[in-house]
Structures are given as structure tokens and as C-alpha cells.
């Protein structure tokens, strides 16, 4: 069969095939809408068809995918503005995180209430918050405190 043959034969049952599924260009509109869900694709097909069988659904859908993709949108913006670098916002946090670590060791000192304790809290923050306090209650125990340049 030569190439000839076989274009006609595909082109009598697309005719036939024609007579049994009418696809309009409106409906090819529709479908390819639907099966891409963005709001731009919907916002061509109410281009083309504003008047077409499925505008209403279009409309509706197309303001449910214009929220979506605004809200992802947002969201992306978002996540790149909390990535970017803030050097005041991130000293600021390491300066918090450091006074949190600070009070913590401070209050396991005092919790533990004896000379090691104190030595490793002034070994940990030899100029932290509380080191006069710690240098105290060593003298308070009786004992004289460790170095801090271990």
C-alpha cells in the first residue's frame, strides 16, 4: 500500500470518526483547558469563547486557579525573603541564642549547686551574665575557682 493510500484511508475515518465525535474548535478550546488547569488557559479559551458552552465553569475556574497560583506565588515570595541573609536580624538571633545558652548553663549551675558546676559554667561564659555570681558562690562553697584559659 502505497503512502498515498494510507493518508486517504487516515482521512475517510477521521471524516467518518467526524460524523460520530463533532469536535468543535470550541470543545479542543475547552479540553485543552481543562486539561492544563491555569488560569491561563482559561483565560484564552473565555477569550476566544465568551459566549461558549462551558464560560460559566471557565469563569469559576479561573478564579479559583488565579487565587491558587496568587497564594503559591506569596508563598514563593515568602521562602525567598526569609532565605536572603539579614546580618542585623541574624546577629540579633545569635545574640539571643547565646544569652539562652547562657541562662541555661547558669540556672544547671544553680541547680547543681557545687563547685564543678560553677567552674564549668565560667568555662563555658568566663564574661557571660552571671560569672560574678558564679566567682560568689565558689568563694560561698570554700573553694578558690579553676583557671578559664583551659
Known amino acids: 500500500m502505497t503512502r498515498s493510500r494510507k493518508l486517504l484511508l487516515v ?7 467526524a460524523d460520530f465525535l463533532p ?4 470543545e479542543l478550546s475547552w479540553w485543552w483547558a481543562k486539561s492544563h488547569n491555569h ?10 469563547w465568551r459566549n461558549g458552552r462551558h464560560a460559566a465553569e471557565a ?3 479561573f478564579d479559583v486557579r488565579q487565587r491558587a497560583e496568587m497564594k503559591r506565588a506569596q508563598i514563593r515570595q515568602a521562602y525567598v525573603a526569609a532565605a536572603q541573609t539579614k546580618s542585623d536580624t ?15 548553663f547558669w540556672k544547671q549551675a544553680c541547680f547543681a549547686n ?4 560553677y567552674n564549668d559554667y565560667l568555662r563555658e561564659f568566663p564574661q557571660g551574665n ?4 558564679a566567682h560568689q558562690k565558689i568563694r560561698a562553697l570554700g573553694q578558690p575557682a579553676t583557671s578559664n584559659n583551659k
Open 90 to 104: 541574624d546577629a540579633a538571633y545569635l545574640h539571643e541564642q547565646r544569652l539562652r545558652r547562657d541562662n541555661f
Open 130 to 133: 552571671h560569672a560574678a555570681e
Open 114 to 117: 557545687t563547685v564543678d558546676s
Open 39 to 48: 488560569s491561563a488557559n482559561y483565560s484564552y479559551y473565555l477569550s476566544r
Open 59 to 61: 469563569l469559576v475556574l
Open 23 to 26: 469536535v468543535t474548535r470550541e
Open 11 to 17: 482521512i475517510i475515518a477521521l471524516v467518518l470518526l
